[in-house]
């Protein structure tokens, strides 16, 4: 199987290969790119924006490599329609795979995210999936993305800060990271969870249930419904060079 | 008063200032421009993205140019987000204003639209405009944006049959033009509906309305809330080079 | 242009001809009638149905003097759907506007209105049109209604009070004026607000806003849908002398 | 205990004295009023907002003469707020009560009543009581209320192939009577759908059900809750003679 | 009339004739079982599980017995899709018609009941019900089920004090009991609430208002629909020898 | 990696250990059980309470038998709430997984059952999992489940009629397979509604993506929340001998 993680941000070393690897089987292929256009980072919609197109045609270059499978490794799911409609293969979004399984694995879940102001972002997200009664509240810790590695155990306990007020405070079971920056941090977080009074608390790193997503869509052939995403039609493109030349979908 | 209507598309003469303007009041000073980058026709999720970033650069542009509010000129609301984070004067969506306004005007509304395939992109827009329990349906009359203009008559007719099946089927009482390009058609098709037996059905022409939102706001002085759209963290960005150039939220 | 306001009660002197021509437009000519059978005041369902058939009769009397449109003086919007049913003109409800206005405005409004009491008819409201997930809260002053404009600085630093905890304790993001009788203030309320450290909030002034969507609507011809609000079928009527004599909808 | 059915219109004769009996337990004292101001029969919110002052009149009344609930005879359950705020007693108004325990003998139920205009109505219920998701369809015999009574052979006929298409077309499972004055047909309709076919959906004769709400009620001692309907405050009316004189309420 | 009450457990004395007796109308013939095969007391899905193939059991064996009705005497309603299924006579779940008369009465309720562990319950019952809306919140005085008889003036104040709470902070206007086993304590926990500054705050006993639902239903011969609840398929059963031996639905 | 299935009916043959294993990854060793005690299929709420406590039985057996997650082998997911309950490890129904994941590989799915009157089953189960808004339909072979496999070729022309209908007359863009003893008939419905014009329209195998969910969910060690599912208390049972007699939820 192979599987290609597009990390939709132009910052060099924000992923890492050994984390995405250690996350998929061990007969899985997995590959990595990030972008040459857009942000440094994803914090609002403006910064969307700016990284959704190459996003897509990381996506499309996907699909001409022969991977089963393409996971966008950001949880506001940039270009997951866009993509989707560019392709056959699955494209997997880690906010909205990781979404459905929280709703399974309890009755509610929060979602502990960089900033407060993603907030939005992540209602809007959960209205889309049609699971916004699920989720009990959006908890940040405050770190900006790319300040997020800086210091693992710190991070542990911010994280688990968020995790404990949204249980006493907003009624939530289960925690979905709302970055995939957090990627690793789980296990910490449900140790000092547990230490802390509450057991059996699932916390889901949304990266890595992403992988896993694809991985059993690919297992099985599934591919997201064409009558939902049809491929767009053919038109003239002005810009946007950097987007496959000899595809269906190029500027003409 | 000062209005810039953006027209997200590179194609020129879609929009015609006359119509834009006839749409003002008397007293306005409506301006508008089209795209340099972008798509020619904006009818996909994948068109969308690629005319968004441009899009929200005229947005930018607007407000420095002293503009009291802006329009855009597609009923897809593209860049509507991203945009009211950018600037502080108010962005008017097309179809956001529209569905609001024909949830006043009776119990449930149609849209009619160009394509089948934006039925998604409508349905999006009502949940994320809260109002998806009052749009009865989305139809369309199966024309390509770039041929509606080409024979008005025959357009008038294709939205009255789509209309009247949207209340004789679907339980609608009002109806919205689903692309801006329809502009001028309402008087014609309310005529016809009446022809038909159900006169004192309002259809909304939903650009010349949203003219009339943006006029509105600009009279009381309202603008969005920097609460629901805050400002964009600066950071790098690489290319879109189109983006005014020293804005706070341009590439370093 | 011309339009009708009626204000729903009986008590001389509540609204203020001056503020209303102020929301006007120079080219608007506006004009104002009060209630001679009803309630001093609306602040129960008990006030509103005593106030609600001589406000329909009013409505229809302003048809008959060829008003373009009607806008009820009420954020309890009564007589919205009987004088809908009577009329062809439209007729404007306060509270239906601003609540429609308050969601493009952000993503969640609260209501800040005279007395606690008055919660279940904005509720009642928010749901009828179809709003409640915005709505983030219904806050009140406790002044009662005929109290109002006693002191008018002193309402500005009460209405800031309930604005900054609905923004800090509700989640809210754009306030409502509850009371039509309220107006004239929301430039006071923004300031104090941004003064607390809430710049950019938005504070509707419900009854301002409702002229503007006359306005709006006037100028594009848009009336209600009949299929809606169809004219009620003529009957006999006991008692209720002051609705028109000639009507087709009057006593035989 | 003793119970007071206000038929809000002022036809006389429209309620028949002998079926309200009949539909009461025998232990029950059961008295029966009309109104002197308001519509000769309620078909439109025009009508409703006719009806109601006179109504909650009747209603304050039963609950000075000592009776222990009252119930309004129509199923736009016009009065029921303004009147569960004027009284402590209960007060039942019949479309609410039907469509609860509609709602617990079956997955989904529909209205049949006397005017397609009146689905509005029925869908506003619905809606307010929260019981819209139940609701499959609102269907007309298109007999105007009064009427009614002519043919009761040939009502239950029209009821019955009412009931047949919403359970073949629209899934309904329970059949409720959209209007009060169809007392005494659900037994005909319910052995009329055993003939087509259909045993086994329960039809529910609305006016009979409220009466035993309030029977159940009184016997248990249940009242609303003045939270939800707190008493009005008092003030000047003009107007409205025929409320009680000397009630808290009355005009001064 | 003849009613079959089925209290769900093992534990004998749990429910006292005397007190059901007493909720009957004085022409009611009312008769009680218990299990043989179950749970000592209801606290968990898994005990619900353990209760439901002998609650069904009865409710078989009391249409054999002729009943009219019958009431499953827990607030669970454990049992009540498949004993609906299995009958025609109605078959009365105490918190399905508790949550539905609760609605009705006021604006809101809350339903306060002996362990937070049934909070997942109730939300669960208030969803299928449709009532979701309506329910303001679940608290518990945390007394196991088992334990709830031995204090009861206790029991009382425990009661109250959840009342208030629910009142004070979750917006509750309305009280309903979580457990059948409170029968008894309305009335001391209304008049406690009053004394507290909360008259006219409706309590309602559950269980007996199971029972005035039974008899209205039976007094107008009102059955639940086999449409939504048809007559399981006849098929072999291994184990279940309780199951009554001849019965269509009995194993072969 | 071990995984458990439970058929909870007790019917020999009716799942083939073949089937399942084919659907498991090559390292993952897969047992299965069926019921000792229960019935021969489960098509109505009768049915599924007399397969509930077998099946929780089987579920906490699986756990100490140190299997990492168990699956239960039906659409009614029965047992789902009582074993996560007992149990620690995850357990999989397979409705609310394939419920889940259809609604990411599409806008809207239809259900594809064996009979009718299973509709129920699946819109209380669409309720409960959030997803109701997603379900387009329910449509039914009207094939007895223990039937399906009779005729395979008949059964994949009989799954593609109803499909097809599903997309033409309810809206659907994906398929679910309502039954899972319909395994293995998914590429075929596949091609068949490729062949009739409807390629790109996936169709899931509910018991083949039950068994994905249960590999990527033991492969990252999660678990459900036991603050949605706490431990029963532990209390005395009467009968169900054939519940694991050492267990802290045995009978005392």
């Known amino acids: 199987m192979k599987l290609r993680v597009v990390t939709p941000i132009t910052t060099h070393g924000f992923a890492s290969i050994v984390d995405l690897i250690a996350a998929a089987r061990p007969d899985t292929e997995l590959s990595h790119v990030e972008l040459d256009h857009g942000p440094a980072s994803i914090e609002s ?76 972002q992540f209602e809007h ?47 939530a079971h289960v925690m979905v990271f709302g970055c995939t920056g957090m990627i690793g941090a789980a296990a910490g977080v449900e140790r000092e969870l547990a230490n802390r009074g509450y057991p059996d608390v699932p916390v889901i790193d949304s990266m890595v249930w992403a992988i896993k997503m694809a991985e059993a869509m690919a297992d099985m052939g599934l591919r997201h419904s064409k009558m939902s995403w049809p491929f767009p039609p053919q038109k003239k493109i002005a810009g946007y060079d950097f987007l496959p030349a000899s595809t269906a979908l190029s500027s003409i």
């Not at 403006?46 to 996506?59: G, N, S």
Request: charged share 25%; with cysteine.
């Open 125 to 171: 997200e959960a209205r889309s999936y049609g699971l916004s009664e699920k989720m009990a509240s959006v908890r940040a810790v405050e770190i900006p993305v790319l300040e997020l590695e800086d210091d693992s155990e710190r991070l542990v306990q911010m994280l688990a800060d968020e995790a404990q007020a949204a249980i006493e405070h907003d009624g």
């Open 45 to 120: 919609s403006f910064d969307e924006m700016l990284a959704v197109p190459a996003t897509v045609a990381k996506i499309i270059q996907a699909e001409r490599d022969g991977m089963d499978a393409v996971i966008i490794n950001c949880m506001g799911d940039p270009g997951l329609d866009a993509g989707r409609e560019a392709v056959r293969i699955p494209v997997i979004g880690p906010c909205e795979a990781t979404m459905h399984v929280a709703s399974m694995l309890g009755l509610t879940f929060s979602v502990i995210t960089v900033m407060k102001s993603l907030r939005r």
